[in-house]
């Protein structure tokens, strides 16, 4: 009974994800995610308003939606097919000659943004404009900090960016979720505990295991999907094989307490490059890509729908029209600040593409991940309210940024 009850909400939202993208290509003609976000945002907005009068239409859609558990579907089953899909189309020699300053955008940048978007909320804790505690604002900070990869993707490869500030971006985007769910555990581990004090050697710890083990794993599966289709010419067999490495790759880094998201991302760069230059002919190399092509467009569509329709049951409080604005200054502020202070650095031994650090910072878009990881945390009070702001500031990210950074690429690139 409770697989087809979840069958039948995925039957239901797969039409209203073709509704929203029929309407999108037909009316809006936006990028296909933000389409179908906006559109998604319009509807929970014209239900919600709508409640009033029918309010059985309203508690049904809810009721859809709640039976989709958000965090579980992006963090376990999207998030592996999503980052190996990005990966395939991400050059191997010029992600080399990148691979200091994307280690590095990776992870100090991360966890300078964490602090800095932590100290800033701090304040809005100690004025009154945001009620969680001093530990749940750093929280958020880590949570937030990560880039999506998943909501930069289409626009990058359509971007005209110059090749290594390309590289720099979709890198960055699709290895800095390590490091952010690491901090991410760690606070919140500190947070439920009620300690004072913070084992650092923990977190380090955890990093190495997370992101080493990752690393491993995904060169690991990289490399033996690349010699099993090495080995035959058959592209139906190799595009399943493909498929299991994903599903099977991300479940057995689930299993050893591994970063799956960095094992995909890393298995998908190494077949998207040894494997179209060694082991795949036109033709399979063809079906290959649209194959996973189709896969990244479907997923990030019904992603994004549900990210419009999770308004329909997030937590909203009558303080978010002053401090979601005031939140998402505060996570562009430090993005600037974790780009700017590493990129200094950077720009000192190996100089920077022009423009590099405006363009990394507005191109740090946020996304489905920092709702799954908000969703995740316990149900309490404090938790509430945190929700409720990741998924106010990740709205304005997708919207403002979204919807600007094909202009600033355009002027940045003349």
Known sequence: MQTQTIY??????????????????????LPSSM?????????????????????????????????????DLLMHI???????????????DSFRKDIGSIITFSTISVIIST?????????LYRVGLLHVPPIYCFIFGALISPTDPIAVGSILSKSGLPKGLQTKVAG????????????????VELAESGTTGLNYLQIIWLFIREAGGGLAWGFITGYGCFYLIRTIDDYKTEIFIT??????????????????????????????????????????EDYLLKFWELIDEILNAMLF????????????????????????????????????VPGYFINRKRPLENHAIKILT?????????????????????????????????ILSIIIQGSTIEYLLKRTTK
């Open 362 to 394: 507005w191109c740090g878009l946020r996304g489905g991940i920092s709702i799954g990881l908000a969703l995740s945390l316990s149900d309490n009070h404090d938790a509430g309210h945190l929700i409720s702001v990741t998924y106010a500031v990740v």
């Open 78 to 92: 999207m998030l592996g097919f999503l980052l190996f899909a990005g990966g395939l189309h991400v050059e191997m």
């Open 115 to 123: 602090v800095v978007v932590g100290s800033l909320l701090y304040l």
């Open 35 to 71: 389409g179908i976000l906006l559109i998604s945002l319009i509807f929970s907005l014209l239900l919600l308003l709508l409640g009033n009068w029918f309010p059985n239409m309203s508690l049904e859609m809810k009721g859809l939606i709640n039976k989709v558990n958000f965090s």
């Open 172 to 187: 960055e985007s699709l290895l800095n979720d390590s490091a952010g769910i690491v901090l991410f555990i760690g606070l």
């Open 305 to 340: 729908l549900l990210i419009g329709l999770e308004m329909l049951v997030i937590p909203v409080h009558s303080h978010l029209i002053i401090v979601a604005p005031l939140c998402f200054i505060a996570v562009i502020v430090a993005r600037w600040v974790s780009i700017f």
């Open 8 to 29: 039948t909400a995925f039957i239901i939202l797969t039409i209203f994800m073709a509704m929203f993208s029929y309407l999108n290509t037909r009316f809006f003609r």
């Open 243 to 284: 498929i299991a490495l994903v599903m099977g790759g991300y479940l057995v880094a689930e299993q050893l307490n591994i970063s799956g998201a960095l094992s995909m991302a890393v298995a998908g760069i190494i077949v998207g490059n040894h494997g179209r230059q060694r082991a795949l002919n036109k033709i399979t």
